[in-house]
DNA sequence: TTCGGTGTACTATATGACCAATACACATGG
DNA sequence: CCATGTGTATTGGTCATATAGTACACCGAA
């Protein structure tokens, strides 16, 4: 459960919570039936506040992908990660939409697109290893 | 001269404004000494605030894409055209990256994340013709 | 039972983006 | 000259995000 917060990226913190808390689940690095760390834990580990991950967790409530066990903890669902997998795929390609598209209306040739997508891929492997 | 302003995007109308007129310029759409839309124009024409649009016009100028001409309206600067592919490369480089290193940091199967771009490129050519 | 950790709820505050409205200085065309 | 259209500046308001602090109900272990 190692989470990267990035504050002025244009999305709200809450919301890279979601996602990142989501591609974990679907990678089967937090199980079903297993608790997430608490509202605290998470928000000391983060410094950030803890409605902020307060918030995250309860937009994971309410799809189903969180269960509040009262007074333990917050479990991930049993069913959660067919449906995690399927949400990453959707939350990614939406994103590459968006930035292809630019890429595109802005008149770039396809051959520097193209280049420019391989090095960034290249990039992302190198800077993961 | 089109643009097209998608609000709840996460990133703001100004700079929405900011990279599509720099995209303008580097295709040549519009050429160095050319006026660009008056701020209230603009803004009519996108029904957006004229305060947001003379926000992006005051970053443009401060990076010397346009010129001040006042009274008259606002001018591409001379050099203006080659720094605006330079800075149209580094800007969709920057987003690219981004995306592709949320996509990998996830966990997604690179055959996965090249499905996903290929058909993102597809669909922004086709909807764009 | 008691205590500490859990989720949850509530109010208040600060910041940034954006909208709304107004006012002023300048240039152009009638 | 003067009316119109420019850029520019200022003030105030709304909304979403995030922070800060407090309070309550619940569970489990000592």
Chains 1, 2 share one sequence.
Request: proline share 4%; hydrophobic share 40%; aromatic share 4%.
């Amino acid at each position: 459960m190692q989470f990267s917060i990035e504050p002025n990226n244009g999305m709200p913190i809450y919301e890279q919570l979601v996602r990142q808390i989501k591609f974990a689940v679907a990678e089967g690095v937090v199980v079903p039936g297993q608790l997430v760390p608490s509202v605290r834990e998470l928000a000391r580990q983060l410094t950030i506040n803890p409605n902020t991950v307060q918030r995250a967790y309860q937009q994971l409530q309410s799809e189903e992908i969180l269960e509040s066990l009262r007074g333990r903890g917050l479990a991930v669902c049993i069913g959660a990660k067919r449906r995690c997998i399927s949400d990453r795929q959707s939350l990614l390609a939406e994103r590459l939409t968006e930035v292809v598209g630019e890429a595109v209306r802005s008149g770039l040739d396809h051959d520097r697109l193209r280049e420019l997508i391989e090095k960034a891929i290249k990039q992302a492997i190198r800077s993961g290893e």
